[in-house]
Structure formats: C-alpha cells, structure tokens
C-alpha cells in the first residue's frame, strides 16, 4: 500500500522559513520523480517543484525560484521542501506527490500516480 505522508505545515508570519516533509512508504522510493503541488482557497492545484529520482535535477515554478528548495533522502524515503522568504500568497495546503514516470517534473499533475493528504501553509502578513 502506497502511503505518502506530509507534516511540517503552520501558521507563521511573512519573511520565516518553514520546511515540509513527506514521508513515503513506496517500495523502491528511490525510482520515483517527487513532486510539491498547493492548492490555494478556491484555485486549482499547481506544481510548485519537482525533483528526480536521484536527485540531481530539479525544477520550480517561477513564483519560489531562489526561495524554495526541493531534496530527497532516499535512504529515509523522505521529500522535502524548504521554503525561506514565506509570502502571503503561498498560503495553500501544500501535497508531496509520486510519479513513476521522468517527464512529470514539467509539472503536470495528471502525471503523478500518488498523493499525500495535503498539510497547511499559512503565512500572515
């Protein structure tokens, strides 16, 4: 049974850090592509990074490019997502996602076979 597990969310003010993690119980975590999605009030869910199976590439949408950053721990089946310089309008309840194909780091969700229950972002003014 595939269980994607994420924690780390909260209520912090504008400008703090915060980090996300996923804990994942995929066999062979190591061979999927991981990725971060958020769904804001009332928006649809969209990619926020994506990171290969070994790690080496990574991929953000514009909006947290130079603010978050996306690793894995294979060992521990682990995602994380790093989020410094917090802005109101990444408040969203934040997914960790499991792909078992290599082109869904352009962030296509229907591409992802495997998602979390969603933990919350909410970032004050």
């Known amino acids: 049974q595939v269980q994607l597990v994420e924690s780390g969310g909260g209520l912090v003010q504008a400008g703090v850090s915060l980090r996300l993690s996923c804990a994942a119980s995929?066999?062979?975590?190591?061979?999927?592509?991981m990725g971060w999605f958020r769904q804001a009030p009332g928006k649809e869910r969209e990619f926020v990074a994506a990171i290969t199976w070994s790690g080496d590439n990574t991929y953000y949408v514009d909006s947290v490019k130079g603010r978050f950053t996306i690793s894995r721990d294979n060992a521990k089946s682990t995602l994380y997502l790093q989020m410094n310089s917090l802005k109101p309008e990444d408040t969203a309840v934040y997914y960790c996602?499991?792909?078992?194909?290599?082109?869904?780091?352009?962030?296509?969700?229907?591409?992802?076979?495997?998602w979390g229950q969603g933990t919350q972002v909410t970032v004050s003014s």
């Open positions: 996602a499991a792909a078992g194909r290599s082109d869904a780091v352009g962030g296509r969700k229907e591409l992802y076979d495997y």
């Open positions: 995929i066999r062979i975590f190591r061979s999927y592509v």
